[in-house]
């Protein structure tokens, strides 16, 4: 298994640009979800879904949007980036009988 | 408003000496504690969890203590080893559910050989 994966591992974006961060896992994991986090800080929810088609917000949703089509995949899309989306992203996935969430690499974005 | 705080940004240790690494939330509705290790440029890699109803949880070298009266955990490393390098990070969840973790900031330990 490759577990979490993630692309791309570096981002840099224009301010206004669009894009897509890809996550996927193999592991049959029904719930996913996408976390940030800025230095010196812990991770922090953006989003999560609990399973295919069902999606909601964490603790700092805005400017970002999910979609869940496939138990497999879980994109994270910037509308419109801003500098203080600069971070580093995360997504996890978790087992429905388990508590642990396992975690990508992450990617890292810079925005200008 | 930090629901989950480390306390210690740091913790330097020689090796094979015990690492205490703490952690102390505010919400009562958490019932579930985790903690998290992290490399620098990898994703964390989760280690040891305790559930609300116990006080104690042990796997090999580590063991996870949770004193509810005074909401606070501890992660403890006996003995540490210098690959046990790593950031510390302790989460928590509640009834939102197990997606909605809440993180610390995390603790960074050195084990010095």
């Known amino acids: 298994n490759a577990g979490v994966t993630q692309t791309p591992k570096f981002q840099v974006l224009k301010t206004g640009q669009s894009m897509t961060l890809q996550c996927a896992q193999d592991?049959?994991?029904?719930?996913m979800s996408w976390y940030r986090q800025d230095p010196g800080m812990g991770l922090r929810l953006i989003h999560y879904s609990v399973g295919a088609g069902i999606t909601d917000q964490g603790e700092v949703p805005n400017g970002y949007n999910v979609s869940r089509s496939t138990t497999e995949d879980f994109p994270l899309r910037l509308l419109s980036a801003a500098p203080s989306q600069t971070s580093v992203y995360f997504c996890?996935?978790?087992?429905?009988?388990?508590?642990?969430?396992?975690f990508g690499p992450g990617t890292r974005l810079t925005v200008l | 408003d930090q629901q989950v705080k480390q306390n210690s940004p740091s913790l330097s240790v020689q090796e094979g000496r015990i690492s205490i690494l703490n952690c102390d939330y505010t919400n009562s509705m958490f019932d579930y504690f985790l903690w998290y290790k992290k490399y620098p440029a990898e994703g964390p890699t989760f280690l040891i969890s305790i559930s609300s109803i116990k006080d104690k949880n042990e796997d090999g070298r580590f063991t996870v203590f949770l004193n509810k009266s005074a909401k606070h955990l501890s992660l403890h490393i006996v003995p540490s080893q210098p690959g046990d390098s790593a950031v510390y990070f302790c989460?928590?969840?509640?009834?939102?559910?197990?997606?909605?973790?809440?993180f610390g900031k995390g603790t960074k330990l050195t084990v010095n050989p």
């Open positions: 592991m049959n994991h029904e719930y």
């Open positions: 996890a996935s978790r087992q429905g009988s388990r508590n642990e969430q396992f």
């Open positions: 989460a928590a969840s509640g009834q939102g559910g197990s997606e909605k973790l809440v």
